[in-house]
């Protein structure tokens, strides 16, 4: 049996974050209620097609990315018939996913303080921007910005660069997962709805770990490094092997770092006293990296990435996204249904089960 088998969730919510969170509750075997404005079109990433992508039943593939498994129904809620159906579906629900600004849930009637009266169980998980004192709109590249990720994103001499994915929708997504089921938990033992509310920018900050930690404890002000690491080397560095390829090492501890130079043929740069502590290896890197690079040059890059993996020495190519779903690793994520191909928001396993696979999307249906 399903954890959420008999849940029944109301989403409220469109683009990314909101979203991610009903097709996982989908997965764990909720039923999941898409709600869609229709003088919209629905959730508007239905139209957000990439340069040259023919949109068919209203399934764009940034839709299909975090929209699986649900059913969706086209709602206007400022037709009273639409909002009256609204409220009895919310008496039957266990969870509402919502994404409103402050204030417009208030408007429309469907806060938490309106569906609570009708449903004193339900817990409504609210994404917002900056938090409800704020009324400010929060999109994930102005976050990114404002959070301090596009100041530090980017090679050296590059302008601050946006990460090439909604990575602060995906963090508050996350977070808001957590918390929802922390409330379901608790209304387990209490019989108590909740209001579970997570702010984008709460999500992006709280983020930052390290980098963060590195400014209020040692007031140092992370710079652009493209990938390398500010408290570990060699770590994200990008090299080159012998046949053009690209590859990055993730080398964490000194022992790792002695046997990389064994393979690399200069086992003596591990007992050198510029590289052989991490502490030293972060101070010298300009030194360093150039060294492994010309070693690393002169391997290809299937032979060296099976002698690191045989050494138990963290090290991958740096794959495209075709490469990357060519792995084994990548096959249980996917979901595939009529042309479409969607990918897991749970990723976990319980006793080995990774959950529902879904097999719909929802479709325009005005």
Known sequence: MLLLENCKVI?????????????????????????????????????????GEQVQNGISAYFASVNWGKTSVFWNLQNPSDFNQLYDLVKQADIVIASYKPGDAEKLKVSYTDLQKINPAIIYGHITGYGNAYDKVGYDAIIQAEAGFMYMNGEPD???????????????????????LLALLQRERTGRGSYVEVSLFDSAVSALVNQASNWLNAGHIPQRMGSQHPNIVPYGTIFTTQDQKLITLAV????????????????E????????????????????LPILQEKIAEWQKEKLLDALHKAKIPAGGVNTLPETFALPFSQELLFESNGYKGIRQWIGKINGNRGKELQKLPTIHL
Request: charged share 20%; net charge negative; glycine share 8%.
């Open 269 to 288: 740069m591990a007992e050198n006293e510029n590289f052989a502590t991490n502490a030293q290896r972060v101070k010298n890197a300009e030194k360093l």
């Open 11 to 51: 989403e409220l919510a469109s683009v990314l974050a909101g979203p991610s969170v009903g097709q996982f509750l989908a997965e764990l075997g909720a039923e999941v209620i898409k709600v869609e404005n229709p003088a919209t079109q629905g959730d508007v990433t239905r139209s957000w097609q990439i340069k």
């Open 158 to 180: 590059s302008p601050p660069t946006k990460m090439p994915v909604a990575l602060i929708d995906v963090l508050a997504g996350h977070q808001l997962k957590q918390g929802i």
């Open 252 to 267: 964490g501890t000194d022992k790792q770092f002695a046997q990389l130079c064994s393979i690399l043929g200069i086992p």
